[in-house]
């Protein structure tokens, strides 16, 4: 329907997408809202890959083969726009992955474990325990899953729910393209990128760590500087912007 | 819900109220996404009225009461949004009321000028004609109504059917939080401000105009202005966020 040389291609596709997914009940209606304010923050760093972002990707592949136990946690936004990315991911960094919603409920679990599983992903599954510091549902994850991990990767997570990871010790990677949501100043390494280029980017990292590498990439900058980092983008690229 | 303390607790609750119209046909799923980019835009503006809005606002008062047939063009965001903000808006401007929707069915025409209806809204009905210069249904409108207009507010319009309003002549008043989207760019003068306070700024505009009043504001600065102080803003506002 959308012709490919349409100036917004991409973008529209993947909204299409999103919309269809919210007809099965893939993504919630809270979740195509949230799209858009992604889509807002990619438009303003220009719908690239930065190189401090860049940097953050090679970083959070070293965390995540570094680490003793990595979770991916998916929700239903990731699941619809990367699952078959998260199988080459998945593959690349050793992690699990486990379905951990906002808007939980039985039959959203089930359709995004489906969707998942469909693209290759190897899903955790077992009875959800109250263990995260959070209210009602949204306590609710595996003990051999989240609750264990030391390394959780979280693309396009909110505020509460990183918060709570962080406090329970883990490193938490968060993917966000806002860089001043809570969740983006909460997180151990945030990568200001969008997902359907940042996680590529990681399972490209992840299989190529080089000897030594690991080691200086986790002893690279903190978090504050690619937040300020992706900031001076988004402001240099406002500057010109009416030129 | 909602807790009336949650600091997000506004934004919320027009999320919530957009999502109930969603379910009811109002609001398309494209709109729920649109939606979240206009969010970003206001968090990155202040989620205020800046000065340079208001001044556009009170120059949109004056383009309408100076118009010698003002019509406001209204989609299902804006419906849902803003219905009872309408009926002031209108009683204050003398401006006739138009539904135009991108993704135009009877279904939604009807649902839409019944929420319109029940707030108060008097809105133009008729047999629609493709008028405009815009392909398949979104060439629609009102021979009597948009078609015949001087002067055409549009708020959260799309660049196409601004473009089109713009090319047949009219004055163009766009409500648009993003001050470098298509519609921002192309219309007469662009009110880079949320939709909720815009437009009972105009219609307290329209209701306190004095004397030559209009005439000194329809010469304020031209459109370029009024961007150019929105990114201002934005860039401000960037430059402190992580202190």
Redesign the interface.
Same mark, same amino acid.
């Given at each position: 329907m959308i012709p490919k040389d349409h100036p917004r291609y991409r973008s529209l596709v993947t909204?299409e997408r &999103?919309?269809a997914c919210? #007809?099965e009940g893939v993504v919630t209606?809270?979740g &195509?809202?949230?799209?858009? #304010?992604?889509?807002?923050?990619d438009?303003l760093i220009g719908e690239r890959t930065t190189e401090s972002a860049l940097l953050a990707e090679r970083t959070a592949a070293a965390m995540l083969l570094s680490a003793r136990s990595p979770v991916i946690s998916v929700n239903g936004n990731t699941a619809a726009l990367a699952a078959p990315l998260l199988d080459g991911l998945q593959a690349a960094s050793r992690a699990r992955v486990e379905v951990n919603l906002f808007h939980r409920t039985e039959e959203r679990m089930e359709k995004i474990t489906k969707l998942l599983e469909s693209a290759g992903v190897g899903v955790l599954t077992g009875r959800a325990e109250p263990l995260l510091p959070l209210s009602h549902a949204r306590a609710l994850c595996l003990r051999e899953g989240i609750f264990s991990a030391d390394t959780v990767l979280v693309p396009l997570e909110d505020g509460d729910r990183c918060e709570a990871l962080v406090s329970m010790g883990k490193r938490v990677i968060a993917i966000d393209l806002?860089?001043?949501s809570r969740t983006a100043?909460t997180a151990t390494l945030t990568i200001v990128d969008e997902l359907t280029r940042a996680i590529p980017n990681i399972t490209g990292a992840c299989e190529k760590m080089g000897p030594g590498e690991g080691e200086r990439l986790l002893s690279s900058p903190d978090n504050?500087y690619f937040?300020?980092a992706a900031?001076d983008e988004?402001?240099g690229n406002?500057?010109h912007?009416?030129d």
């Open positions: 909204r &999103l919309a919210a #007809r209606l809270e &195509l809202t949230a799209h858009g #304010r992604g889509e807002a923050f438009y806002n860089p001043l100043r504050s937040l300020r900031l988004i402001r406002l500057e912007a009416l």
